[in-house]
């Protein structure tokens, strides 16, 4: 016979389980966007990507980065100084999250016309993998169900 305490554990477990994944229910991503969620998975280190959830000590929430103003978000006061410099100058888009995600250091460099200190260190060599993960950020933008 199962303890009850054993039961009850076994039910919480269970639930805890389920429930993230109806939080996500209405999320509906296809092609290159949920190729893109697979790929972001390794931003989530540093990254957060909920919508109802706030910046990581050690990088910005990116749900709502594309379209945004490099350094826009509020609740992040750990932007380096490159990222600062460029905010005025970078809009998130196909573009310059394409540069930015090829080598973040050179991107900024070139945006800021100087080699400047910043922490991003995370690369994305494959053209193909940085497309998704564009498609990826586009596709949540705005759409407090996804990821």
């Keep these: 016979m199962i303890s009850r305490k054993f039961a009850l554990g076994l039910a919480l477990a269970a639930a805890v389980t389920v429930v993230p994944g109806l939080a996500f229910a209405d999320c509906k991503l296809a092609g290159d966007a949920d190729a893109g969620k697979t790929v972001a998975n390794g931003c989530k280190s540093c990254h957060e990507f909920a919508a109802d959830k706030a910046s990581k000590a050690t990088g910005p929430n990116l749900h709502d980065v594309y379209g945004a103003k490099a350094g826009g978000r509020g609740d992040f006061a750990k932007y380096s100084e490159a990222l600062k410099a460029a905010a005025a100058k970078v809009t998130w888009d196909d573009a310059s999250i394409d540069a930015y995600l090829t080598e973040p250091k050179d991107f900024l460099a070139k945006v800021n016309g100087k080699d400047m200190k910043h922490a991003m260190f995370y690369k994305v060599a494959d053209g193909e ?17 996804c990821p």
Excluded at 129 to 145: C, P, S
């Design 129 to 145: 993998k940085r497309k998704q993960v564009i498609a990826f950020l586009k596709a949540i933008k705005g759409n407090k169900d």
